[in-house]
């Protein structure tokens, strides 16, 4: 079976500051995909990065990377310069033989 | 614009009635997905879809049943069976089965009274 943990329900970050989310997950798998979604309060499930088992180097899309460390089955996801759009629900997901969701993290940055 | 679309975005119902949620998607997508969110739980699959006229259970699949007669369309009936309607639905979808990212629609947030 696979799991995805996401061990903080809630964060808050101060504007322009760096977050970092957490994210561990569980699987005998060996080739899977990694992703991060943002779902803000419009509730529209936005894609923010994905991350391939097989490449070592971490993703980065613009403001947002992952650190991803396979070994420890770990992949949090750094957003830097946080702005009040940041504000959201994020969601760890798993892709191995099905797609496993964590249960999210809500961030909230403020002014 | 290609995407997908999911109506009504509210919905209501009374208890013992069946209720279809509709998704369509004009992204010549192969897989189609319904997920239902509850809060603190994240998502959860309830069906999906790899091609036209075959579908298969995801983890919560009790109470609900689908179709897919076209490739643009995959409804979900929510039946008087399912215990606890009441929740926020999305419907997903991508271009194969395996190693691509899922597309979201806007979901359906029904409730059940």
């Known amino acids: 079976a696979q799991t995805v943990t996401q061990s903080q329900p809630e964060m808050s970050v101060q504007e322009a500051e760096t977050v970092t989310l957490s994210c561990t997950y569980d699987t005998s798998e060996s080739n899977y995909y990694l992703f991060w979604y943002k779902q803000p309060p419009s509730r529209q499930m936005i894609l923010v990065i994905r991350?391939?088992?097989?490449?070592?180097q971490n993703a980065t899309e613009n403001r947002f990377s992952v650190n991803f460390q396979k070994a420890a089955k770990s992949f949090s996801l750094k957003i830097s310069d946080s702005q009040l759009g940041d504000t959201a629900m994020y969601f760890c997901a798993f892709l191995g033989y099905k797609l496993t969701f964590g249960k999210g993290t809500l961030l909230t940055v403020n002014p | 614009d290609g995407g997908i679309t999911q109506s009504p975005k509210y919905l209501f119902r009374k208890e013992g009635q069946n209720v279809t949620l509709s998704c369509e998607q004009n992204?010549?997508?192969?897989?189609m997905y319904w997920y239902r969110q509850d809060p603190g739980q994240g998502l959860r699959l309830i069906y999906y879809s790899q091609i036209v006229n075959d579908f298969q259970k995801g983890d919560i699949a009790e109470g609900y049943s689908v179709s897919r007669e076209k490739k643009e369309s995959f409804p979900l009936t929510v039946t008087s069976a399912q215990k606890n309607p009441t929740a926020f639905y999305l419907c997903?979808?991508?271009?194969?089965?395996?190693?691509?990212?899922?597309?979201f629609g806007p979901g359906t947030r029904l409730t059940v009274t």
């Open positions: 992204l010549n997508h192969d897989a």
């Open positions: 997903a979808s991508t271009p194969g089965a395996g190693t691509y990212e899922q597309y």
């Open positions: 991350q391939e088992a097989y490449k070592q």
